[in-house]
């Protein structure tokens, strides 16, 4: 029988978990107020009035990339105009600077490199590390894993190369990459890209590592709101298998990332609209009832949607980031993105919650403007 929302708000007060019939009702609904309202009594009962932002960096070291995948905006082919790549030289002086600013995250990854051999990525960790060693690394999404493990010289499956750069300073795996799960829809926008079972065994092993991660979806594309619906499912799937097989880590936050067209070959499409979004969110939360965290990435949704979506679901809203090149807003082709940490709390406040200023693994932190510590701990001692 087809659900409704008022079966969906009850189970959601009883605390039960919505299945696909749920789901699918959420996605055919017009009713944003009561998915909002529903979204917000999760995240209340999870969170409180709790709103976690982070002081971070975004670091691409190179735009490069053997893929073409048709909604990207980013990759370049080697030798075409804007093509980069980061020396070691380049990492260290991010790292200094992210230091000087009492960053307490840096977030790595970039394309799929046809040359850089797999040292450099192993290198990469350790510069940054030998820099600034508080700084937690949250490094190269599941696929870019898999390319390192085809690139390594010694036939590295997923857990060597993990481990070799956990070794190396690498603290937990972001969530990119994930695009949709749907093979109809990879084989239209990234073809190329791993399946949808590659990205999870990926995970799976970084969890059996003891590595958290987190997980994206891209929506607002191609795909259908089933296709929506299967990924957030297949997502729950795996991180409920991490928990029955108490592996030592698990997912921490997913991050529906909206389709930005950019100059991307995929520039005809609109890209999702505001209400998309909030929904988007709010059903991410509703259905994902096993993941803690649902964050808005300003930067794809904007501050201003961020702000609102904190009404609906969303606990989280990404950091102070400065540089980002994957996608911009505003058809803008500068790669400056900042906002201040002030804007961040003060967006927070102002739609009514509690700023609370997170490392990655979502432990507070004390601040004296560069300086900071985990609560109830030493300072570090790192700005200038
Ligand atoms: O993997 C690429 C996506 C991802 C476009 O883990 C696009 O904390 C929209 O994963 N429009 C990278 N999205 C971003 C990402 C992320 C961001 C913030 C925090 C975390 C985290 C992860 O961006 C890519 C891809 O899925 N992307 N092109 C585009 N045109």
């Known amino acids: 029988m087809a659900s409704d929302l008022k079966t969906i708000a009850e189970k959601v007060y009883g605390g039960e978990r919505l299945d696909v019939e749920d789901g699918r009702a959420l996605f055919a609904s017009r009713d944003i107020r009561e998915i909002g309202r529903l979204a917000h009594v999760v995240r209340q009962r999870l969170h409180g009035d709790t709103t976690y932002y982070n002081v971070n960096r975004h670091f691409n070291y190179s735009n490069v990339c053997a893929l073409s995948c048709k909604f990207c905006d980013f990759y370049r082919k080697k030798d075409q105009a804007g093509a980069y790549e980061y020396s070691l030289d380049d990492v260290r002086q991010q790292a200094q ?13 970039g394309g799929l490199h046809p040359w850089l051999p797999f040292e450099y990525y192993t290198d990469l960790m350790q510069a940054v590390h030998e820099v600034y060693p508080e700084l937690h690394i949250k490094a190269f999404t599941a696929v870019e894993i898999v390319h390192l493990a085809r690139i390594s010289k010694r036939g590295k499956d997923i857990d060597g190369v993990l481990l070799d750069l956990k070794e190396a300073g690498l603290g937990s795996l972001p969530g990119g990459g994930a695009e949709v799960f749907d093979d109809r829809c990879h084989d239209a926008a990234f073809k190329g890209k791993i399946r949808s079972d590659r990205w999870i065994d990926v995970h799976r092993s970084a969890h059996r590592l003891g590595l958290m991660s987190n997980a994206t979806i891209l929506y607002g594309h191609i795909e259908s709101h089933e296709d929506r619906l299967q990924h957030l499912l297949m ?8 928990i029955e097989k108490g ?11 909206p389709f930005i067209p950019g100059r991307s070959e995929m520039s005809n499409l609109p890209g999702p609209t505001g209400l998309d979004d909030l929904k ?3 059903i991410s939360r509703l259905m994902l009832d096993n993941l803690a965290h649902v964050k808005a990435f300003w930067i794809m949704q904007t501050l201003e949607l961020a702000q609102l979506s904190l009404q609906f679901g969303v606990d989280d809203i990404d950091g102070t980031v400065v540089w980002y090149d994957i996608t911009k807003v505003k058809g803008d082709t500068s790669t400056h993105q900042e906002v201040t940490v002030n804007t961040l709390r003060q967006t927070i406040y102002e739609a009514g919650f509690e700023p609370v200023e997170r490392d990655t693994l979502y432990r507070r932190i004390e601040r004296d403007g560069p300086n900071w510590r985990l609560a109830g701990s030493e300072m570090v001692g790192t700005g200038s």
């Open 97 to 109: 600077l992210a230091m000087e600013a009492g960053a307490t995250e840096i977030h790595i990854v």
């Open 247 to 257: 592996y030592p880590a698990r997912f921490q936050t997913v991050i529906p990332l």
């Open 280 to 282: 988007m969110l709010a």
């Open 235 to 242: 997502l729950r799937e795996s991180q409920d298998e991490a």
